[in-house]
């Protein structure tokens, strides 16, 4: 089956005797009684579909004919969509909706959407523009087409075909012409009531997103609501989300719809330049016709290629992301009004993921100063314990001292004294601690490196260390020369003691070692008892924070570690600790060499 096409614009068909002048009144009455009925017929129609199919079952009442088609001009302006088609012979059967789409210009049906004007083609076998519809057979019929036109605007065209040579005549146009401008009323009207609906639907649809979004607060159930609604507004077969990762650029993956692929099937991480390649917007919605999806590499998209829509999502202060959207099938292709309601969605859960953004900013923000306020107790809690302890004892002993009336033999007199001077010092310790972490919290610590061995540095201060005489201590040392602050080594080393003393139970066993590592020197200090869990390992090192050992009767403040961590980033190198082999704790601390030790 053709259809032609000539130069000119219209072509009306020739007036012929099929009567008397008396026939001819008859049937043009009968013929306006039935156009006015069919007229308020498609009005009553509100459905575009319905209204094509009415045309192709009820003009057979008017005009004589074989085969009917009625074509809609689409939004982009150029191309012709068959709304209905009714061929009632044998040589029509053939006709498919694929075939049919035409575009503006091309045949018969395209020249009169582009020209506007009626055509008649007594015997399309003899025009010189045929265009061949594939699957039809090639014969020769009269082909008429009038454009359906609202207002000054065409909307689409009527064709009526008939098998022969010159089968309608110039009252026929007429009729048709008359039909197709009750029609595009019809359909006109049709397609405002479908929008008024649509637009309806949009904004309850809308809203109601609107309204579920502002109750939610984390990502993933921003996603998934805005996921969950999108079939209800958009024809599509499955949805897909991707997050930039704004580290590497890629997309990755983080949900899907409910009626979507399996996690499986998608390609979980898009790199930047696949994803850049084919990310056109990021400010409003796009389509991805299907020979520019068929492009993408095979690993980076679906099985079936089909047109996609993709909705960018935007949140502060750099989110980025993409809700992609599938089309129903392969042959479907998304419309503007698509695209509009993509971007009510992409712009509701764009402000929602802020809001999700900023909602878990403070959450996370009250979560800080919560740990901060029990922070705080526990601090004044450990430091009046620590410091009521020795002040109880340095004003016990002076106040012993002090009295007339107590004559105290040398030796006890000497070891109150002792006993003074070491509470004394536990209290400037104290005091010292607090102060370097004040002062390592404003930068306005320095290092004074020089040369020291390390290892007779570290051997005095475990020697002399308090807190040991019940615990068996292995120095294993070897000399090692590096320019360190011999003043903060010897308090990380102080510390790491302390803490092991606090922790431990008495009798545990504590290996004290020195060692080259790296161009620099290791300090460790391992026990043999419960260890740190490895939740802890990160977490012991943080101001203020206990292990899990502490001691009832020697508590701490929770300082010292911190104090070994910062002491040691400020000589550049770096505090941890790990599991001792055979059990135990064994805490470490490395110290790069700041360059060459002089001779």
């Known amino acids: 089956m053709e259809l032609h096409v000539s130069e000119a614009e219209s072509l009306a068909p020739p007036a012929r005797g099929r009567g008397t002048q008396e026939d001819d009144e008859l049937r043009s009455v009968a013929q306006l009684k039935m156009l006015h009925s069919l007229a308020r017929r498609l009005n009553q129609l509100n459905d575009v579909q319905q209204i ?23 939004e982009d302006g150029k191309t012709l969509l068959p709304i209905a088609f009714r061929g009632e012979l044998s040589e029509y059967q053939g006709e498919t909706f694929d075939a049919l789409v035409l575009r ?58 008939k098998l022969g040579i010159d089968q309608f005549d110039q009252d026929d146009m007429r009729v048709l012409e008359v039909m197709a401008s009750h029609a595009a009323v019809a359909i006109e009207n049709a397609r405002l009531l479908e929008g008024e609906r649509l637009a309806a639907l949009t904004s309850r649809e809308l809203l109601q997103l609107s309204q579920t979004l502002t109750k939610v607060h984390d990502t993933d159930t921003v996603l998934a609501a805005a996921v969950k609604s999108i079939p ?8 897909v989300v991707y997050l930039r990762d704004n580290v590497t650029g890629s997309f990755q993956f983080v949900h899907t719809g409910e009626d979507g692929p399996e996690p499986s099937a998608i390609p979980l991480d898009v790199p930047a330049p696949i994803a850049d390649q084919f990310f056109l917007f990021v400010d409003r919605p796009f389509v991805l016709p299907r020979e520019v999806v068929a492009t993408v590499p095979e690993p980076y998209r679906a099985e079936t290629v089909l047109e996609v829509l993709v909705a960018p999502i935007r949140w502060d202060p750099d989110g980025l992301g993409a809700i992609v959207i599938g089309a129903a099938t392969t042959d479907a292709r998304f419309q503007q009004r698509d695209l509009d309601f993509a971007r009510g969605i992409a712009d509701i859960t764009s402000l929602a993921l802020g809001n999700a953004g900023r909602f878990r900013e403070l959450q996370e923000a009250a979560e800080r100063l919560q740990a901060l306020d029990e922070m705080k107790n526990m601090f004044l809690d450990a430091v009046s314990h620590e410091l009521r302890t020795p002040l109880s004892a340095v004003l016990g002993i002076a106040l012993t001292l002090r009295r007339e009336d107590v004559h105290l033999a040398p030796d006890d007199a000497k070891d109150l004294i002792e006993r003074l001077a070491t509470n004394a010092r536990k209290l400037e310790r104290l005091l010292s601690d607090l102060l370097d972490l004040d002062r390592l919290a404003r930068g306005i610590v320095e290092p004074n490196r020089r040369p020291t061995d390390v290892a007779q540095l570290v051997g005095r201060i475990a020697r002399d260390a308090e807190g040991l005489q019940d615990r068996p201590v292995t ?36 290996w004290v070692r020195v060692a ?18 490895q939740p802890l390992r990160e977490a012991v090192f943080e101001p203020f924070h206990q292990g899990p050992q502490r001691s009832p009767h020697s508590p701490g403040v929770g300082i010292g570690l911190s104090l070994v961590a910062r002491f040691a980033e400020l000589h550049g190198g770096r505090a941890w600790v790990e599991e001792r082999p055979g059990g135990g704790a064994s805490f470490r601390v490395f110290l790069p060499s700041s360059g060459p030790v002089p001779g």
Do not use: F, W
């Not at 120095?475 to 092991?500: F, G, H, Q, S, Y």
């Open 232 to 239: 209800s507004m958009i024809d599509c077969s499955g949805i």
């Open 52 to 74: 094509g199919e009415a045309i192709t079952s009820e003009l057979r009442t008017l005009i004589d004919y074989h085969n009917c088609r009625v074509h809609l001009l689409e």
């Open 104 to 161: 503006v210009g091309e045949g018969v049906t395209g020249r009169v959407a582009q020209v506007g004007q009626s055509y008649y083609s007594p015997n399309t076998a003899d025009d010189p523009y045929a265009v061949t519809i594939p699957g039809t057979p090639d014969v020769d019929e009269s082909l008429l087409v009038v454009p359906l036109r609202y207002a000054d605007r065409l909307i689409g065209t009527i064709a009526l075909s």
């Open 516 to 533: 080259p590592h790296d161009g620099g020197v290791l300090i460790v200090v391992e026990d043999n008892g419960e260890g740190v869990p």
């Open 475 to 510: 120095l294993e040392l070897e000399p090692v020369t590096v320019a360190i602050d011999p003043a903060k080594v010897e308090r990380i080393v102080e510390n790491l003691l302390a803490n092991t003393a606090r922790h431990t139970s008495p009798g545990t066993e504590i």
